[in-house]
């Protein structure tokens, strides 16, 4: 089967829960004997580069502009998967903001399958504008109205989109992968984590996120700031991350933070640094306001870590009795509940840290992922073939 996905910047993934979702689904998916193409972006993954392990690249240009980045690149993209790839199967949408340009290959060559999986409910992101919002509105509805088939990465989606469309789609998962956890710093560790940002292993809470407003920093940074003194020395609080054009935003955030030397803005981090930084923390913290299926908060399942969430659906479906949640938006209920997460006996943290790695084990990997999106696939593919808009002409 030959597949194309379109919708994310670039693999493999510096950033963004869809980069890293394609990343991880490409790889396994090629595993499978599938033949997977990736379009990327020039100002994300270098243009040179062809070939992502198993995986083919493909640069395409984009109007590189925040409300035009994603909408060019992809319907650039769609238009050279349509009538450039020879032997194509499969475009797998990824994003209700691509997916508003689904219907493209759906018009143009019907014998194409369409695939889109639906993340999040991006309009409710603070960044966009009314206009950009409203096109999402509409990517959202070509995303689960116009493919052969949809997916959702999470099952409060899947419902929503039964009762706002009247329509089934697909639960499949975001996952992580799943390595061996070793919870004991070794001194090499222990050195690059004072060395770099004057760490020490337990000695802080992590957050993990692109920074914008809907991830809810400020809710954290503030709820923060109440603690004691003492406590906030114990525990730094270490924000991981960069703005997606949201640069006012980091410097609120850095405003709220007012110098407080126990709160660390480490900038975006990948491979080992992240990794090492996810390993060695106390805790997740994890107060969006708005989310698909966050990929970083099953991360922290992962490696083990007690979590408090925002109590969000899309938050509590993964640690729902496996973690703490907090009243979203709520500064004072976030505060009480970060002095209810210092306060967990070794016989808590350890009850945690297994409960979530077994449910990351069992339910969000990406093997699992895999088979049940090649399942997607064949179903697609045996769909009957047909165009969105037939012209019959009249006889005269």
């Given at each position: 089967m030959k597949i194309a996905m379109i919708g994310q910047k670039g693999i493999p993934a510096k950033s963004g829960g869809i980069e890293k979702h394609v990343e991880h689904l490409s790889l396994k998916l090629s595993d499978l004997g599938h033949e997977v193409l990736a379009y990327t972006r020039p100002h994300y993954s270098p243009k040179h580069?062809?070939?992502?392990?198993?995986?083919?690249?493909?640069?395409?240009?984009?109007?590189?502009?925040?409300?035009?980045?994603?909408?060019?690149?992809?319907?650039?993209?769609?238009?050279?998967?349509?009538?450039?790839?020879?032997?194509?199967?499969?475009?797998?949408?990824?994003?209700?903001?691509?997916?508003?340009?689904?219907?493209?290959?759906?018009?143009?060559?019907?014998?194409?399958?369409?695939?889109?999986?639906?993340?999040?409910?991006?309009?409710?992101?603070?960044?966009?504008?009314?206009?950009?919002?409203?096109?999402?509105?509409?990517?959202?509805?070509?995303?689960?109205?116009?493919?052969?088939?949809?997916?959702?990465?999470?099952r409060t989606l899947k419902r929503y989109a039964k009762a706002v469309y009247g329509k089934d789609i697909?639960?499949?998962?975001?996952?992580?992968?799943?390595?061996?956890?070793?919870?004991?710093?070794?001194?090499?560790?222990?050195?690059?984590?004072?060395?770099?940002?004057?760490?020490?292993?337990r000695g802080y809470l992590i957050t993990v996120n692109r920074l914008v407003k809907h991830k809810g920093i400020h809710t954290l940074i503030e709820a923060y700031n109440h603690l004691d003194p003492k406590a906030q020395l114990k525990k730094k609080l270490v924000i991981v991350g960069k703005p997606s054009y949201t640069d006012?935003?980091?410097?609120?955030?850095?405003?709220?933070?007012?110098?407080?030397?126990?709160?660390?803005?480490?900038g975006q981090q990948v491979g080992k640094d992240l990794e090492l930084l996810f390993k060695n923390a106390f805790a997740y913290i994890h107060p969006s306001e708005s989310e698909g299926l966050s990929l970083a908060l099953l991360e922290a399942m992962h490696y083990g870590l007690p979590i408090l969430t925002s109590n969000i659906p899309e938050n509590i479906e993964p640690i729902n009795g496996i973690g703490l949640t907090f009243r979203n938006k709520n500064i004072s209920d976030l505060y009480k509940r970060l002095g209810q997460l210092l306060a967990l006996s070794r016989n808590d943290i350890k009850k945690m840290a297994r409960k979530g790695q077994e449910r990351s084990r069992d339910h969000y990997n990406w093997e699992n992922v895999?088979?049940?999106?090649?399942?997607?696939?064949?179903?697609?593919l045996s769909s009957k073939a047909r165009v969105l808009l037939k012209f019959k002409a009249k006889k005269v």
């Open positions: 580069k062809k070939n992502y392990k198993k995986v083919k690249l493909i640069s395409l240009r984009s109007l590189k502009t925040k409300n035009l980045d994603a909408a060019s690149h992809t319907f650039f993209a769609s238009l050279h998967a349509i009538y450039k790839l020879k032997d194509l199967n499969i475009i797998h949408y990824h994003g209700i903001g691509p997916s508003l340009f689904a219907w493209l290959p759906r018009l143009l060559k019907p014998s194409l399958r369409v695939v889109s999986t639906f993340h999040c409910q991006d309009y409710y992101h603070q960044k966009w504008s009314l206009l950009a919002r409203l096109s999402l509105r509409l990517g959202e509805a070509f995303s689960v109205l116009v493919p052969h088939k949809t997916i959702a990465v999470s697909v639960y499949t998962p975001n996952a992580t992968e799943q390595k061996s956890v070793n919870k004991i710093a070794t001194k090499s560790e222990q050195k690059v984590l004072d060395k770099k940002w004057s760490l020490l292993p006012n935003y980091l410097a609120e955030l850095k405003s709220l933070a007012a110098n407080n030397p126990n709160i660390i803005f480490t895999a088979q049940k999106t090649e399942k997607v696939y064949i179903s697609a």
